[in-house]
Nanobody, 126 residues
Framework: VQLQASGGGLVQTGASLRLSCVVS????????MGWFRQAPGKEREHVAA????????VYPNSVAGRFTISRDNAENTVYLQMNSLKPEDTAVYYC????????????????????WGQGTLVTVSS
């Protein structure tokens, strides 16, 4: 299973970006998909997760209401729509795939995911 993230860039405060992650290999619709981010000197932080069907999603308070995760199972792609971006959103963003079931309390933990993409850098200027 390979994951390829894209869509990062340099934007100003308040702008929007949409990240994409294309997954190849395996059966995409069975994977729980997550997005994480990691800023310099900080631990990897969960920002969103979505069930295989797309019906269930979860976000931490830091991004709830600004970020939206979605997926297109026909295109083997998961998206992260990021609105009202802030300088503190600056980080490398990673997509990840989980082979296990959608168990909400587990989805914020990086070690619950089995495959990772290479990351895409998002920089938000003030």
């Amino acid at each position: 299973v390979q994951l390829q993230a894209s869509g990062g860039g340099l934007v100003q405060t308040g702008a929007s970006l949409r990240l994409s992650c294309v997954v190849s290999g395996g059966t995409f619709s069975t994977y729980v998909m997550g997005w994480f981010r990691q800023a310099p000197g900080k631990e990897r932080e969960h920002v969103a997760a979505i069930s295989g069907s797309g019906y269930s999603t979860v976000y931490p308070n830091s991004v709830a209401g600004r970020f939206t995760i979605s997926r297109d199972n026909a295109e083997n792609t998961v998206y992260l729509q990021m609105n009202s971006l802030k300088p503190e959103d600056t980080a490398v963003y990673y997509c990840a795939a989980r082979l296990g079931t959608y168990v909400e309390y587990k989805l914020a933990r990086p070690d619950e995911y089995d495959y990772w993409g290479q990351g895409t850098l998002v920089t938000v200027s003030s």
